[in-house]
């Protein structure tokens, strides 16, 4: 018997910059993905410009902009109950500023959610996923500057009003705890050669001013359609410490602190007592003022949606790093790794659902997991027999969460279809169910194919996860 609720939503996940492509047609304005080079090192050395002779991988992506109908037709096969994607904002409004927008970029969103709705799939919608138009960020310097809130708050209006009765579930903010991992991409912040203190200044700001418009957001979408559920979204992978010092211990602690502060404010309405010490111990100069924290206090998320990969492994005094998987920490010993090094722990997951279900109470949406491989096709077929290992080790560790009281409502694999990898911009980062015939330097067919796990994930979706037996494999391991 399946150990999932009945209305349990099945479904996968992209953003719009890492699959639609067409990145300037129909009106769309430059967003800060559209910068982004290929490459490990993409957010080094950035010029807040698109320069010539440069490969922007963003800019044609899996051409999802064109091939959403044939794609959505290709998801619905695996039986989809529900699929995350983004409204490109720069879309909608090409600068992020302009009174009145775009109404190209409009259609393009109703008629891709009236088609996913064709095939009784319900839209999970990020307004804001790694994708602020570009001119916010060189005009007003990003989310530090307060102007944003309204900008903002006109877009949430707009897209809310058009899109009432196509979409129920929204998110504010992709991760947006990445405000200090990924600056740019988690809060339009182009960070220069600026002291500590001033660079803490304006993530702080930044995250105040996404605070009040995460609220905002809430309060507009409640008005427009009570049956809105709106949720915050992290990147919430745990941290574990490196030793039993209490050193460790502690230091871990902290660091976890510094994502659960995201989701402490915008799921309790409130600044929780500890920043006060952070903004003490590294004599910061904040601009709070009070009528934000009523806004605040009023329009707190329905629900926590979170990206789970990997864990860290933190050891007190360490280099504090991220990317798109969340920390960066020490090596674990007991854990084997994907091509691209991260962690696989699945056991991890069950804990951080524990651990979020404890600290709030609310429902939680895994609205990102999965595992990025080197896909081959052989014959005609590509034998991905470890992302279906990934899939069951993780889908048998969120049932134990759910038998331990945590309310997960959905699951949304990341990358249902191959896409653009943010961290690296790599194609050959592939974490589908679906393979796109197109490498790292931009060529290929785009052809679109089934993997194994594509009937693997049908299966799990068919039974509500009841059956998640692998498919036999031969003695080389092959399906």
Not at 42 to 49: G, P, T
Not at 233 to 253: G, H, K, R
């Amino acid at each position: 018997m399946s150990k999932f609720p009945e209305g349990f939503l099945w479904g996968g996940a992209i953003a719009a910059n890492q699959a639609e492509g067409a990145y300037l047609e129909d009106g769309k304005g430059l967003s800060v993905s559209d910068i982004l080079p290929v490459g490990k090192n993409r957010f080094d050395d950035l010029k807040l410009e698109v320069r010539d002779g440069v490969f922007y991988p963003s800019h044609e992506a899996i051409d999802f902009y064109h091939t959403y109908k044939e794609d959505i037709a290709l998801l619905a096969e695996i039986g989809l109950k529900c699929f995350r994607t983004s409204i490109a904002w720069s879309r909608i409004f090409p600068n992020g500023d302009e009174q009145e927008p775009n109404e190209k970029g409009l259609a393009f969103y109703e008629d891709m959610f009236q088609t996913l709705k064709s095939y009784n799939i319900e839209p999970v919608i990020t307004l804001s996923h790694f994708e602020t138009p570009l001119h916010l960020v060189k005009a007003y310097g990003g989310w530090k500057n307060r102007k944003l809130i309204s900008f903002f708050e006109r877009y949430c209006e707009v897209v809310f009003n058009r899109y009432k009765g196509l979409v129920k579930y929204w998110m504010t903010f992709n991760e947006i705890n990445h405000t200090h991992t990924l600056p740019l991409l988690g809060a339009g912040l182009h960070i220069g050669d600026v002291d500590e203190k001033e660079k803490l200044e304006d993530m702080y700001h930044a995250s105040h001013h996404m605070f009040v418009a995460s609220a905002k957001a809430v309060l507009i979408g409640h008005q427009v359609d009570n049956e809105n559920q709106i949720g915050c979204m992290l990147s919430l992978s745990p941290v574990y410490p490196a030793t039993c010092n209490p050193e460790d211990i502690f230091a871990a602690n902290e660091l976890r602190r510094r994502s659960l502060f995201y989701s402490d404010v915008q799921l309790r309405g409130e600044y929780p007592a500890y920043f006060n010490r952070i903004v003490e111990e590294h004599e910061l100069n904040l601009t709070i003022p009070s009528e934000d924290l009523a806004v605040i206090k009023e329009g707190v998320c329905d629900y926590l949606g979170f990206s789970f990969y990997r864990s860290s492994l933190h050891e007190a005094g360490m280099k504090i790093l991220g990317n798109t998987g969340g920390i960066i920490g020490k090596k674990n010993p007991y854990l084997q790794e994907t091509p691209w090094g991260w962690p696989i722990d699945p056991l991890a997951l069950r804990y951080v659902c524990n651990e979020l279900t404890d600290r709030y109470q609310k429902p939680l949406f895994i609205v990102e997991n999965g595992i990025g491989l080197h896909d081959k096709v052989v014959d005609g077929k590509i034998d991905d027999r470890d992302r279906m290992v990934y899939l069951k080790d993780h889908v048998e560790m969120m049932a134990e969460a759910i038998k331990d009281g945590c309310n997960i409502i959905g699951y949304t694999w990341w990358g249902p279809i191959d896409i653009v990898s943010a961290g690296t911009g790599e194609m050959e980062k592939r974490y589908g169910f679906i393979y796109v015939d197109k490498q790292n330097d931009g060529s290929g067919s785009m052809k679109r194919l089934k993997k194994e796990s594509f009937h693997y994930y049908k299966k799990i979706i068919e039974t509500n996860g009841a059956s998640l037996e692998l498919p036999a494999a031969d003695e080389k391991g092959q399906i």
